[in-house]
């Protein structure tokens, strides 16, 4: 799903190795993908982005042929600060100091962690379908309740959540991502039995929990120690979103990212649910290349 590409495996700390793909030429553009899959999202659009960049995608640690180590009682192994340390470990063993960084779901919030504590890497930020973490877990009522009831589900103690996703992994891939706005249609079946394979692996479940209950924790007051500190993005931002998911219903995507740049930040919706860019790949890529000149 990659011609051109070549794969790698980069260690990245002691025990811990990030997989990925890296292709084309020109600028270094980094890519990061969401729940519940893995740098196969970029497919439709890697390619023609390699014509123009050098591209890099990667699967988060926990996420598709990256390391799973084991959670920790603080769940620092999967805070999103150590996360971002992965990826910027990766582009300088690739030999990259600076780059361009888009992220979507999950790997919009690694990318804005690696935005805030490596602002000299990061070139421009984009981000797909997200608000910041800290506004949306504040800002939680019923109705984004009760369509990231996943949010909820994976932050409870292990191994209960684990445990169910790994009686039926395959099953989990499809409900998640079949129960959003457009179902299982623009999905390649090539590319869902890829997150499915992934999400059978040893340690998969327990890193996909791990993720979660950072987010709910140590992500929190990482979040709230730059707000208290009034510590912003500075690099250029955009921001877009699906004109019909659950960011668009719950959150105003624009105002929450303003209030955490210290620059406007240019976006809006995309004609789409969650899964940009699988949904809408020719609108994603035509936003990347007008936004990171």
Known sequence: MFDGFREFDIDVEDGIAIHGVVGGEGPPLLLLHGHPQTHVIWHRIAQRLAERYTVVATDLRGYGDSSKPEGDEQHLNYSKRRMAQDQVAVMQALGFECFFLCGHDRGGRVAHRLALDHAERVEKLMVLD???????????????ATAYWHWFFLIQPKP?????????????????MGSRHAGLGPFDPQAIAEYQRCL???????????????????????????????????????????????IERCFDALAEWQAVSQDSVEGGTLPCGHYLPEEAPDAVFQQIIDFMR
């Open 160 to 176: 209960l959540p684990e445990s169910w996703i790994e009686a039926a992994p395959g099953d989990y891939v499809t409900r998640i």
């Open 130 to 144: 997200i608000a910041p973490t800290l506004a949306m877990y504040e800002g939680t009522d019923l109705a984004f």
């Open 200 to 246: 059978t692996l040893p340690g998969a479940a327990h890193g996909l929990c791990e993720d979660y209950r950072a987010s709910c924790t140590i992500d929190l007051e990482h979040d709230r120690a730059d707000r208290d500190a009034g510590r912003h993005l500075r690099m250029p931002l955009a921001v877009w979103w699906g004109e019909f998911g659950t």
